[in-house]
């Protein structure tokens, strides 16, 4: 005969697995004024190395900053080899972090969302 619980006592509660964080997506980007960066059409890692070796801007987004950081810096690097880090500029309050090729050319960045910075 099983037990009966203790008066008071609670039922033990079932844990329900986390829904899995999505991965990165990586976009299409414009640099708008004052720094702010608007995403555009979602495109593939590829895409993204062909526009940066072009010279023009690409941006990850997704929940991990970590992941994007890493995915971002993975793109310059095999776009256009030799690139350096960059902080949001704090001259503009809407910037994001990202990569650029060094030493220039070409033109443009790799740009990446943070916990905090989101593009548009």
């Known amino acids: 005969m099983a037990r009966k619980p203790k008066k ?27 720094g702010a960066v608007r995403r555009g059409q979602v495109i593939t890692q590829a895409q993204a190395e062909v526009r940066r070796q072009n010279g ?43 990569f650029q090729p060094d030493p220039r050319p070409p033109a443009g960045h790799t740009f990446y969302e943070t916990a905090n910075r989101h593009a548009l």
């Open 8 to 34: 008071g006592a609670t039922k033990p509660v079932a844990q329900t697995p986390a829904a899995p964080v999505p991965g990165p997506t990586i976009h299409e980007a414009t640099c708008l004024p004052g």
């Open 56 to 98: 023009l801007d690409v941006v990850v987004c997704g929940a991990s900053h970590a992941t994007n950081r890493a995915l971002a810096r993975d793109i310059e690097h095999n776009a256009n080899g030799h690139w350096k880090p960059c902080p949001q500029h704090f001259l503009h309050p809407n910037s994001l972090p990202h």
